[in-house]
């Protein structure tokens, strides 16, 4: 081939070996070189129920009861959580959902208050605020939890409605098999004791009553209409809950055995008052080099202000403790915080410590956990206290029927959450209700208020001061000054 044929070819890229032919773009996460093997060697590619199938979520649930039981943060992250989302308890407000005749307006305003204060007898009388944090802190520690309708007579409320808790060991299949079951299209139909249609929606429960001796014939088959799932999901096509602390249950454990082990090596430390040592090689009677250990020298009590002669070549120190180290307060506080990331809660209020926080950090830092406990408060008005409300109205309205002549819409008022710097958020409050951005109602939803109740007792308030002449104007608090 001549030159110029060459140069020709190279130039159209006829006859020239295309170099790029099976290049594709690679990644890290899926190299199969041995060290990635050795990292990876845990990853599968089963499916959501497959991978947590019963023996699976039984030991992380375990291990986690364990390490609630046994470490002082994890129990405190717990409660600290389900004391921020549930609070002193949700209350209903209910407001008419379709237009009322003027002329009926205030009396379905009465039936309207009727029906609160017998909800609230009822959520008083069954304890509903800590039912709802036991509820929180099972789903945080097992995945999942059970709420089974049920009557009872004894009940003190007007409404004999009320709900058993049952944990997630305690629904499970009679014939002890736990593998997914499909019906011929490829449906999940049955998962480890939850029966479910084609459409995927729950039809039947079996809800295992003997938990100690897990007797599985004493369990029953109930309906889904007496059944509340609140689970735990992390996948797509998940039917039974894992627990929220199964990233972070090793972290725990290595906060516990790493003080552990600090702890240990500071008792020693502690305990040993000094060391006898020398440089001198031993030598015997013959006056050969010999390993040599005083008589009865292992241990020695002295009284307090003692002293001690030693021998020529001889000499005593006092052991140095190593434990804890400086780097130890850093540790715990940076597992503390991998551990409570989790759950999106920020370290302040994992350790209850906020030294070292200023203003802007810890404002910062607590909206976002706050974002993370309305979540949590949205997700149990939909799944839990929608389904409670509507039992206990069927029952209420059979009992009072002319308090339901018409629909009303009800709201959850939680409690409020205290602000950083209240002052600032006074003002801030005063200002989105007089640019009209924000409403009375709003404004006293943030604090867990009702905003009729507020509206009242103010009206009462300002009555009460004409009458005595002290006026009803409160002068609004000067301007804080800005944080430097």
Request: aromatic letters at 10%; glycine letters at 8%; charged letters at 25%.
């Amino acid at each position: 081939m001549g030159v110029w044929s060459w140069i020709k070819k190279s130039i159209t890229g006829r006859g020239r070996r295309d170099t790029r032919k099976g290049l594709r773009l690679t990644y890290d996460a899926a190299a199969w070189g041995a060290e990635s093997a050795r990292h990876w060697r845990g990853a599968d590619d089963l499916s959501p129920d497959y991978a947590l199938s019963e023996s699976v979520r039984r030991t992380i649930a375990n291990r986690a009861r364990y390490e609630i039981a046994n470490g002082g943060y994890v129990a405190g992250i717990l409660d600290t959580l389900a004391l921020h989302v549930v609070g002193t308890g949700p209350r209903l407000e209910l407001t008419p959902a379709d237009e009322v005749p003027e002329n009926a307006r205030e009396s379905f305003r009465a039936a309207l208050d009727r029906r609160e204060k017998r909800w609230r007898d009822w959520a008083a009388a069954v304890d509903l605020a800590n039912v709802l944090k036991m509820a929180r802190r099972a789903r945080c520690s097992d995945g999942e939890v059970f709420f089974v309708r049920g009557l009872r007579p004894e009940l003190a409320a007007p409404v004999r409605l009320f709900y058993t808790l049952y944990e997630a060991q305690q629904v499970c299949n009679p014939d002890y098999v736990s593998t997914p079951a499909q019906n011929g299209a490829g449906n999940t139909v049955a998962v480890d004791g939850i029966q479910y249609a084609a459409d995927g929606a729950p039809l039947r429960y079996y809800v295992c009553r003997d938990y100690q001796t897990g007797d599985r014939a004493q369990g029953q088959w109930l309906t889904a209409e007496n059944v509340i799932h609140y689970a735990h999901f992390t996948r797509p096509g998940q039917h039974r809950g894992v627990s929220e602390l199964a990233p972070t249950l090793c972290v725990f454990n290595d906060i516990r055995r790493y003080c552990n082990a600090v702890l240990k090596c500071a008792e020693i430390g502690a305990e040993i008052s000094f060391l006898v040592e020398t440089d001198n090689a031993p030598i015997d009677s013959d006056g050969n080099s010999t390993l040599y250990q005083p008589q009865g020298a292992e241990a020695l009590d002295f009284e307090r202000g003692a002293g001690i002669f030693l021998p020529a070549g001889w000499k005593a120190a006092q052991l140095k403790s190593e434990q804890p180290t400086t780097q130890y307060p850093d540790f715990v506080r940076a597992k503390v915080r991998e551990a409570a990331r989790a759950l999106s809660m920020p370290l302040s209020i994992a350790l209850g410590d906020s030294s070292g926080y200023n203003y802007a950090s810890g404002r910062l830092d607590h909206q976002i956990y706050f974002r993370r406990v309305n979540a949590d408060r949205a997700e149990i008005e939909r799944l839990i206290l929608s389904r409670m409300l509507a039992d206990f109205a069927a029952l209420d309205a059979a009992a009072h029927p002319g308090d339901y002549a018409y629909n009303a819409a009800a709201t959850w008022m939680w409690d409020g959450f205290e602000h950083i710097d209240p002052l600032k958020e006074t003002q801030a409050s005063a200002a989105r209700m007089a640019s009209g951005m924000s409403s009375l109602a709003q404004e006293c939803a943030k604090e867990g208020l009702d905003w009729a109740a507020v509206a009242a007792q103010r009206a009462r308030e300002k009555e009460l001061l004409d009458k005595l002449g002290l006026g009803s104007e409160v002068a609004m608090p000067a301007p804080a000054p800005e944080e430097e």
